[in-house]
């Protein structure tokens, strides 16, 4: 790759001294044969700004060779136009020094070749080269006026304009036509290009031939047009072509559109200015456009990177939601096992008290692992945006009291004391969704309870009424080990926990105060912690909600004998089919089993079940396309509700089981409670719950 890559370099550092050189010789040839003549020194001298180029851009021998090609040139032609050979050395020396100064000074000011890419840039460079052309100028107007009795002052003059002008005009075009930012900032066709340098010719053609009478003002709008279309290489090209077309007719013919009178020096003048105009407004023009198109092609790279960052970042989401929906599954399917044959064996009343007393501690560690599981699946339902609210008639204080209730045994355990405060003036209900604000509340007292080793804990609800929504502020205060003020700003980040030390005493996932701020921001409220470490903590929640009037209450249901429903238990798993079946057998229901989506759909062809429990990850037919073929049947199994009783959890997964007709989701492992209570909602529903599904 490295010996390519120096091949192609050679090559082309070989092919710019050859375009240099080429250039060069005719450069001072236009110069000395076209434009000298008439004024006796070049109206227009580029030879010295493709030498300097040629400096900035060559490498070792070939900037030698390109010089002496440069002077060798210089020299012949300057003998065969009639000078005597001390001049043209003279000239030679002079124009090659000038040369130099300016490599020598840009290269200093630039730290290499300069670049012409901007409006700067191109101001800058006739700035640098405009005082050494005057240096030059005034060697050269002080030998011919000492030497050979030329007037100083007209010497002067016309040196100056003569270099000024070629390296004003010359070097920034030079440098332009090389540098391949610009070839890459417009890439015209050839036909396009040649048909607007063709335009160019034409109107320079008419507009320096006297008999043709066209105004120089035609040649702004092609050059213009060249820019627009070819950019900063257009404008450089177009300048170069109009310059060598017009300086030489122009100042031939005597007389042309540029100016009305006959003398030679004013027409000269004149042509000179105007090519300077019309070169730097070109050139400016295209430097423009050139940079409204490397911004153009920026902010294309910029959205093409970012929808590969977007695409990286959403096949990593996509990737942490299977393996966070694999890892459920993992840990789901064993868990079932532990905690459903736990609450088999405690409901077994010919248990021993020591037996009883390990089991329920299975229990509870198996619930503690259930736990973290839950707030895993929460918080990627805060990140998926899936959190949806039912506020209702809620009354605060008395789902505070009932929240601490659920803590109370907790905390007795650990020999605590647990009160609770409300300051409700006017004791109305309040639109608020109580389950996520139990959610929340529950995590705060959990953890109250967890790092506090004696004392007290106090929940305290205080209810300021407003014109049109009241303020709720909740405080759950303890006395616990208290939080450093550096730690608390971690607190309700995810995934952090103010003690991670091998010796740290409480265990977590560090998500439980992510999920309720983030709960808690969902419901428009705020939530924080106010600590000192050793005095204990108190963390509060502010909440505003309207008052809300209390709902109907609904007509008590009489459900039916459990015994009289018939349920349908499809799962690949014999554990999973035996607890299921003994907690179902515990309450009395007729119970069928399936091994897979196959075999359930034989059966449901074959018999008729008031209910159906149907697991996801099946052999032969998995459960969402069981789930479309008995929906499909015209059987009376096919209008009977199936509740997804799965280890698939995430919310994605849950709303597949939606989507195949499933009418709810028990996630594993299986909760006794959870089970009963969502068999007894379907098969004895409600009108209000109908109306909710």
């Given at each position: 790759m490295t010996l390519s890559l120096a091949f192609h370099e050679d090559r082309r550092q070989t092919a710019l001294l050859l375009t240099l050189s080429f250039t060069i010789v005719a450069a001072i040839a236009f110069s000395e044969y076209l434009?000298?003549?008439?004024?006796?020194?070049?109206?227009?001298?580029?030879?010295?700004?493709?030498?300097?180029?040629?400096?900035?851009?060559?490498?070792?021998?070939?900037?030698?060779?390109?010089?002496?090609?440069?002077?060798?040139a210089h020299v012949a032609v300057c003998l065969l136009t009639g000078d005597e050979l001390l001049r043209a050395l003279l000239y030679a020396a002079v124009d090659s020094c000038e040369a130099g100064a300016v490599w020598a000074v840009c290269h200093r000011l630039w730290k290499g070749a300069p670049r012409?890419?901007?409006?700067?840039?191109?101001?800058?460079?006739?700035?640098?080269?405009?005082?050494?052309?005057?240096?030059?100028?005034l060697i050269c107007a002080s030998v011919l006026h000492f030497g050979y009795g030329a007037p100083f002052v007209e010497s002067l003059i016309d040196w100056f304009?003569?270099?000024a002008l070629g390296l004003a005009v010359a070097l920034p075009a030079t440098l332009v036509l090389i540098d391949a930012e610009h070839r890459r900032s417009f890439q015209s066709p050839w036909s396009e290009q040649l048909l607007l340098m063709f335009g160019v010719a034409t109107i320079a053609l008419l507009c320096a031939h006297p008999a043709a009478g066209a105004p120089p003002a035609l040649l702004f709008p092609v050059t213009l047009a060249a820019a627009y279309r070819l950019g900063a290489r257009g404008a450089a090209l177009a300048a170069f072509l109009t310059i060598a077309i017009v300086m030489p007719m122009a100042i031939a013919a005597g007389s042309s559109p540029f100016n009305a009178t006959q003398d030679p020096v004013i027409q000269a003048r004149t042509i000179q200015v105007f090519t300077s105009l019309l070169f730097y407004t070109c050139l400016a023009a295209g430097l423009a456009f050139g940079q409204?198109?490397?911004?153009?092609?920026?902010?294309?790279?910029r959205e093409l990177l970012a929808r590969a960052a977007r695409g990286r970042a959403l096949a990593a989401t996509e990737a942490k939601?299977?393996?966070?929906?694999?890892?459920?599954?993992?840990?789901?399917?064993?868990?079932?096992s532990v905690l459903g044959f736990a609450q088999l064996l405690a409901a077994r009343e010919d248990l021993p008290p020591d037996a009883r007393?390990?089991?329920?501690?299975?229990?509870?560690?198996?619930a503690a692992l259930l736990t973290v599981v839950d707030d895993i699946l929460d918080f990627s339902r805060v990140e998926a945006g899936q959190i949806e609210l039912l506020p209702g008639p809620t009354s605060a204080a008395a789902l505070l009291r009932d929240t601490v209730a659920i803590m109370a045994p907790e905390a007795r355990a650990k020999g605590l004391t647990l009160d609770v405060e409300i300051v409700d003036p006017l004791a109305v209900l309040h639109d608020l969704d109580a389950d996520r604000l139990r959610q929340v509340l529950i995590n705060l007292l959990n953890n109250a309870v967890k790092f506090t080793e004696e004392g007290r804990i106090d929940a305290r609800l205080t209810i300021e009424p407003g014109?049109?929504?009241?303020?709720?502020?909740?405080?759950?205060?303890?006395t616990g080990v208290g939080i450093a003020l550096d730690k608390q700003g971690l607190l309700f980040q995810r995934f952090s926990q103010t003690d991670s030390s091998p010796s740290r005493l409480h265990g977590g996932a560090g998500l439980g105060l992510a999920i309720a701020k983030a709960l808690v921001d969902v419901m428009g409220g705020k939530i924080g912690v106010d600590s000192v470490p050793g005095r204990g903590s108190c963390f509060w929640v502010e909440l505003s909600a309207p008052v809300a009037e209390p709902a109907p209450a609904p007509e008590p249901a009489k459900p039916a004998a459990p015994g009289a429903a018939r349920i349908l238990i499809v799962d690949d798993h014999p554990i999973n089919l035996e607890i299921a079946s003994a907690l179902l057998a515990l309450v009395g229901y007729e119970v069928d089993l399936a091994e897979n989506g196959k075999q359930a759909v034989e059966k449901a062809e074959a018999a008729a079940y008031d209910l159906i429990l149907m697991d996801i990850h099946m052999p032969l037919m998995d459960g969402l396309q069981a789930t479309r073929a008995i929906k499909a049947l015209r059987t009376p199994t096919g209008k009977a509700p199936i509740i997804a009783m799965s280890a698939d959890a995430l919310p994605r997964q849950v709303e597949r089981c939606y989507a195949a007709g499933m009418v709810d989701h028990i996630a594993k492992p299986i909760q006794r409670e959870v089970l009963y209570a969502k068999i007894e909602r379907w098969l004895h529903p409600q009108p209000d719950a109908e109306a909710a599904v």
């Open positions: 434009t000298r003549p008439t004024l006796g020194v070049a109206a227009f001298w580029p030879a010295n700004a493709f030498l300097a180029a040629g400096l900035f851009t060559l490498k070792g021998l070939r900037r030698l060779a390109l010089v002496v090609v440069f002077v060798v012409v890419r901007t409006m700067r840039s191109l101001a800058q460079l006739p700035a640098i080269t405009t005082p050494i052309a005057a240096g030059s100028a304009l003569r270099s409204q198109n490397r911004l153009k092609r920026l902010l294309l790279r939601t299977e393996f966070l929906a694999t890892m459920s599954h993992e840990i789901r399917t064993p868990l079932n007393r390990q089991v329920n501690l299975i229990d509870s560690a198996g014109d049109i929504e009241d303020r709720l502020r909740f405080e759950i205060t303890d």
